[in-house]
């Protein structure tokens, strides 16, 4: 995140420091600014020479003392506790009183992560919203120790980089994280009761709700190893009132995720309408056929190597035992 | 409910929100002895309105009505707790995940006696401490509020909170033909002149009679057809029901714009959201003004 970050204050005219603890992942961060905005400018959103211009102003570095005379530092390392509290304590050292220090925290409490520092007083929160180049939201959260000043100082510059600026208090999950928590949690437990189906529940979030996406659909896109740290976190944070306890299933599916380390298609697989048709045989033609015409996306195809991982359902026609065996052992891809 | 009827089997429940206009899906449930054919009665009935449906289970709001309330609930008790103001609270998450209005207007809309009674209905049901309605919901509970204090009560806690003005917006604007002394008008009374815009105004704009908070209107002679607040009474010839009061301001020359300057100012400051506002005069119809004589029977 800390990339986009970056490029978001690039592109809004500030000299922009990238800082990494290894070269590598700043060429990696680098890479996607300017895959970003290569096609920004392919879509004419932006001139050959913007695009110059944003990346000249973009400077990195592997030492946390190049940030010495910043106006504004914003961390995004992992959300690990120990090591935020460590990275402030060392820019408390390097950069003087007027520096602002912003976490990108969306779990920790800012005082928490302040607590180590000689000038708590500008130590804040600027939540920023995935993909940064794309979301207009920063959640600027004030410490308990925190300054009016310094908060209406970052404001002010989130306003300056294009970004709309909701203050909060230091609770947790701040706005959106808390409010948005009963959005999931209580579309899986209307679903743990047998209340609505997966699809049922998603079409009524849409279609009368008018929220763009339903929630199971939602949980598929962030992932549901990240959408249940973001439930646990509130429910340690809230001392585990019943309000924020985890819905029955979040469990299974988080877990299946981050033991196999991937995201989403939990959900969508079971619902979306699209399929895939695997075997040269007249079946598979009428099959092909028989969909289309009840409206789903359906492809033929005569070879497995053709299969996108992605392909939620695929129906496999062959009659040769030998086939199947042979097509099935393969699924994985 | 239907167990309160004689004939349950045609009771069939639906879950939606005010307002019907945006929702393309309609959630309906089954009781225990409802019938299919009603059922099929009503799916058909919302289909000719336009309304797809779903068929869920019997659970108090259904889908939509039990998640959106939660997620209300959850953003009245961050107000509360003072985490954030009104505004941002509204901004953030239709901002930061794309919610397609802020949770707490979107309250205001719908009414919060009907948010209540969804948190109310879940939490009787289940006994789960997760449904307790926040303390501006208990509130309106105990207080018996109207509809109309309803739907402004985040607007207020709003105010409290320090957020700015609302905008006041002139939605449509009107005008009678304007005639000479003693011309074309000199025989339509001044009190009709005032009606007749104010039912075209209604009729171009399309708005709900019943949503007008007030009717202001200036005139400066205020005597014969046009005394006694007439405000008040061109609305009720317009056709304006008898609960939408009217007041009358004058400023001489400046009396209709004074009556829009203070629609506008009632509107920034929350005291309500649909005012008319204008001003009738007619110089051709204003009476001759005798001064009474000071006593009963006058000498000389």
Redesign the interface.
């Known amino acids: 995140m800390g990339a986009g970050i970056a490029q978001v204050a690039a592109q809004a005219g500030f000299e922009t420091l990238l800082y990494d603890i290894s070269q590598e992942f700043i060429d990696k961060g680098l890479g996607r600014i300017r895959s970003f905005l290569q096609g920004s400018r392919e879509r004419g959103k932006i001139t050959a020479e913007q695009e110059k211009q944003i990346l000249d102003r973009l400077h990195s570095t592997t030492k946390l003392e190049t940030f010495e005379g910043s106006d504004l530092i914003i961390e995004a390392v992992p959300e690990k506790l120990e090591l935020k509290r460590d990275i402030f304590k060392q820019l408390d050292g390097i950069c003087g009183p007027e520096t602002l220090l912003a976490t990108n925290t969306s779990s920790f409490s800012v005082t928490a992560i302040a607590a180590n520092t000689q000038h708590p007083e500008r130590v804040l929160g600027l939540h920023f919203f995935n993909p940064p180049p794309l979301m207009a939201l920063v959640e600027v959260i004030q410490g308990d120790r925190t300054t009016a000043e310094a908060v209406d100082k970052a404001t002010d510059l989130m306003r300056r980089m294009g970004k709309t600026p909701a203050r909060a208090k230091d609770t947790p999950g701040f706005i959106v994280n808390r409010v948005a928590r009963p959005f999931y949690n209580e579309a899986l437990r209307i679903l743990a009761d047998g209340d609505a189906t997966v699809e049922t529940i998603d079409r009524i979030m849409r279609l009368a709700g008018n929220f763009r996406m339903g929630p199971f659909e939602l949980m598929d896109l962030i992932g549901h190893d990240v959408n249940f740290a973001a439930t646990e976190s509130l429910y340690r944070s809230f001392l585990k009132i019943r309000g924020f306890a985890q819905a029955p299933f979040s469990t299974k599916w988080s877990w299946e995720e981050i033991s196999e380390g991937r995201r989403g298609g939990v959900f969508t697989s079971m619902t979306r309408n699209s399929l895939a048709i695997i075997g040269a045989n007249r079946l598979s033609q009428e099959l092909l056929e028989l969909s289309r015409g009840a409206g789903l996306k359906a492809v033929l195809l005569s070879d497995l190597a053709e299969l996108t991982p992605t392909t939620p359902v695929v129906i496999e026609t062959s009659s040769s035992h030998v086939e199947k065996k042979n097509r099935f052992s393969k699924s994985s891809i | 409910m239907a167990s309160w009827t004689a004939k349950p089997e045609r009771i069939v429940g639906f879950a939606?929100f005010y307002p019907l206009e945006?929702?393309?899906?309609?959630?309906l449930a089954a009781g225990i002895r409802t019938a299919e054919s009603a059922i099929q009665s009503a799916e058909q009935l919302f289909k000719s309105i336009g309304k797809?449906t779903?068929r869920?289970?019997d659970?108090p709001g259904?889908?939509?009505p039990?998640?959106?309330s939660?997620?209300i609930?959850?953003?009245a008790r961050?107000l509360e707790?003072?985490?954030?103001?009104a505004e941002?609270?509204d901004?953030?998450?239709q901002?930061?995940?794309?919610?397609?209005h802020g949770?707490l207007r979107w309250a205001d809309q719908i009414g919060l006696d009907e948010v209540l009674a969804v948190l109310e209905g879940l939490q009787r049901e289940t006994g789960?401490?997760?449904y307790r309605p926040d303390a501006p919901f208990k509130e309106i509970g105990h207080r018996g509020f109207s509809r109309r204090d309803l739907r402004q009560r985040f607007l207020f806690i709003q105010r409290r909170s320090g957020e700015t003005m609302k905008e006041a917006v002139i939605v449509e604007a009107l005008r009678t033909p304007m005639g000479r002394h003693g011309g074309i008008l000199k025989d339509v009374r001044t009190d009709d002149l005032g009606a007749y815009i104010i039912a075209k105004l209604i009729d171009k704009t399309g708005i709900d009679k019943e949503e007008i908070e007030d009717v202001y209107f200036g005139c400066t002679n205020q005597a014969g057809e046009d005394s006694r607040n007439i405000a008040r009474n061109a609305s009720l010839l317009a056709g304006l029901p008898y609960t939408i009061p009217g007041a009358t301001v004058n400023r001489l020359c400046g009396s209709g714009l004074e009556a829009i300057n203070q629609a506008g100012r009632a509107i920034q400051t929350d005291h309500g959201d649909l005012f008319v506002a204008g001003g009738v005069e007619s110089m051709t119809r204003g009476p001759w003004v005798m001064a009474k004589p000071s006593n009963a029977f006058q000498r000389g």
Do not use: C, H, Q
């Not at chain 2, 945006?22 to 959630?27: A, G, L, Q, R, Y």
């Not at chain 2, 901002?95 to 397609?100: E, I, R, S």
């Open positions: 939606t945006d929702k393309k899906v309609i959630e797809e779903f869920v289970k659970t259904l889908t939509f039990r998640i959106l939660l997620i609930n959850e953003a961050s707790e003072g985490v954030a103001t941002e609270i901004v953030a998450m901002l930061g995940v794309n919610y397609p949770p789960d401490d997760r």
